[in-house]
């Protein structure tokens, strides 16, 4: 639960009134707020029981038992939009597309391509317009937005929040329980070349790494991937002429090796309570050091929780609790299969887990949920952490919850991954909760469209920023805010594309109808645009 005031109440209500304004030459201004973005990875949207209640009036998801307190208590405290949808289901084009405000037809970025912010079509992004408007700007966790800067020859990937706490940082810190980066030494040895094994940090700080080429080189000992397979339960992804084995395919399901709060989610979580705690000091994460909280600014952070991306890993605890419940055990028949567009046919294909027994596909179901389960105590850790700062400062404050930056299937017509405009992997609610009740009411659910681009517009009008000043025209988006109130237009229809695996293709969805079309003849880059 979080312990925060109960701010309906009247007398408080008062007070916070005054906390929002200040007096400049007898006029009262708005105070700009501290603003909190939180966003998961991979999250279905019915893993959150209030969307759940909201959108389908029951408790569970559509296979079985959700469990998400925490969310659940944000969408109390604001407003939901409960019929959200991402552009892209695949993590760099969907962030991008959140950052920059932008749909990927005209940011250009539609998979895993590094863009150039020196291009001419490039506008800022979300942080850097923060920044000029006086905000101290952090991130911390996973990005996943694929930039490149030029200087003459050089190429190289340019910081755009002035405080990054990384996944990569904390990786190299041993402040997870599972990474892949670049490794050129391991154990003491020296590679030939760079290579980026799977890495998994013991309770005891030991790191063992998962590469077939390590051991069969001798640089870690023979049989390690094996005995951490067993060791900690994995079931990786595998297909039916590809026996599933120690070193490849993705970690569908698992115990964590670290307990709660001790993996690459719960560091993050604690990193921003830190950075609040050490205020206007220098603080140590592991050997990297850091500048915590400038009081004397407004505080705009994004947290990128990686959870419940694979490798699915649930703390010991939450794995095994969740052990006891069944779900339903989605499965592709030949109907479907017959009438499924050949571009989605594709997708199966390429990450089908029909073929997984019942016992597979429960346990990748309960690892799943029991990931979220533990997720969403880590939000609501953020989300306090970040509150009682503001009110100790006497600052307002918004938060923006982003259920995913797209979905996720467990067997759902017979796969799993995202990559489609499928239900399950393109909508993403979002929650607003804001010390400014007027703008963003408790207790408010908004059923019409709203779009990832809409998050952009949100966050800059919220700040205090003229989004409607000629420069910022490139924003495809609506304030949230405007939705809310009624004083934007009603959408009849979201749009998006899916490029990864499907092909180039984009696709409209109405209230009764999703259409899907290809939008040029091949995905050769700089053929035929």
Request: net charge neutral; aromatic share 12%; hydrophobic share 35%.
């Amino acid at each position: 639960n979080f312990k925060i005031m109960e701010l309906q109440k009247s007398v408080l209500l008062a007070g916070l009134a005054v906390s929002l304004t200040g007096t400049m030459f007898g006029k009262q201004i708005k105070k700009q707020p501290n603003v909190l973005w939180i966003l998961t990875d991979d999250q279905r949207d019915d893993a959150i029981r209030a969307f759940n209640q909201m959108l389908h009036k029951r408790d569970e998801g559509e296979l079985g038992y959700v469990e998400s307190p925490c969310v659940d208590k944000l969408t109390t405290m604001g407003i939901t939009f409960v019929n959200t949808y991402c552009h892209a289901q695949v993590c760099a084009p969907s962030r991008a597309s959140m950052h920059q405000g932008r749909y990927p037809f005209r940011s250009g970025v539609y998979e895993f391509e590094y863009f150039n912010n020196k291009a001419e079509h490039t506008r800022p992004m979300i942080p850097q317009i923060m920044q000029e408007n006086g905000y101290q700007t952090l991130h911390i966790g996973k990005l996943g937005v694929r930039l490149r800067s030029f200087v003459g020859d050089s190429v190289f990937s340019p910081q755009i929040y002035q405080t990054d706490i990384s996944s990569e940082v904390l990786a190299e810190q041993g402040m997870c329980e599972w990474a892949r980066e670049h490794y050129s030494v391991i154990n003491g040895k020296k590679l030939k070349k760079p290579v980026n094994p799977e890495m998994i940090v013991t309770p005891d700080g030991k790191r063992e790494y998962i590469l077939r080429s390590l051991e069969d080189d001798g640089i870690v000992e023979k049989g390690t991937a094996k005995r951490l397979y067993e060791k900690y339960d994995f079931l990786r992804d595998y297909r039916k002429d590809r026996p599933q084995n120690e070193f490849d395919g993705g970690i569908m399901a698992g115990v964590s090796s670290q307990p709660a709060g001790k993996t690459r989610d719960g560091y993050y979580a604690s990193s921003l309570v830190e950075f609040l705690k050490y205020e206007n000091k220098n603080f140590k994460l592991g050997d990297a050091s850091f500048k915590g909280v400038d009081t004397s600014k407004p505080l705009f952070c994004h947290v990128g929780f990686d959870f419940p991306h694979t490798p699915v890993l649930p703390p010991a605890d939450y794995r095994a609790r969740f052990k006891q419940y069944k779900y339903k055990l989605p499965t592709l028949t030949d109907a479907e299969w017959k009438t499924m567009p050949e571009q989605l046919k594709n997708v199966v294909r390429a990450y089908g887990t029909n073929h997984f027994t019942d016992e597979e596909k429960l346990k990748m179901i309960q690892d799943y949920f029991a990931f979220c389960a533990y997720g969403d105590q880590l939000v609501g850790q953020t989300a306090n952490a970040f509150i009682e700062y503001s009110e100790k400062h006497n600052q307002p404050w918004m938060i923006m919850f982003v259920c995913g930056d797209h979905g996720w299937k467990l067997n759902d017509h017979g796969s799993v991954m995202k990559n489609t405009p499928w239900e399950i992997d393109s909508h993403n609610p979002i929650v607003v909760v804001s010390s400014d009740k007027k703008t963003f009411p408790a207790n408010k659910v908004v059923y019409n469209y709203t779009e990832f681009v809409d998050i952009a517009p949100t966050i800059l009008a919220a700040a205090g920023v003229n989004i409607k000043d000629k420069k910022f025209s490139y924003l495809d988006g609506m304030n949230l805010a405007d939705v809310a109130s009624g004083k934007a237009p009603v959408r009849d229809y979201v749009i998006g594309e899916s490029h990864t695996l499907t092909g180039p293709r984009a696709y409209i969805r109405t209230k009764d109808y999703v259409l899907s079309i290809q939008t040029r003849p091949d995905k050769n880059r700089g053929v035929n645009m």
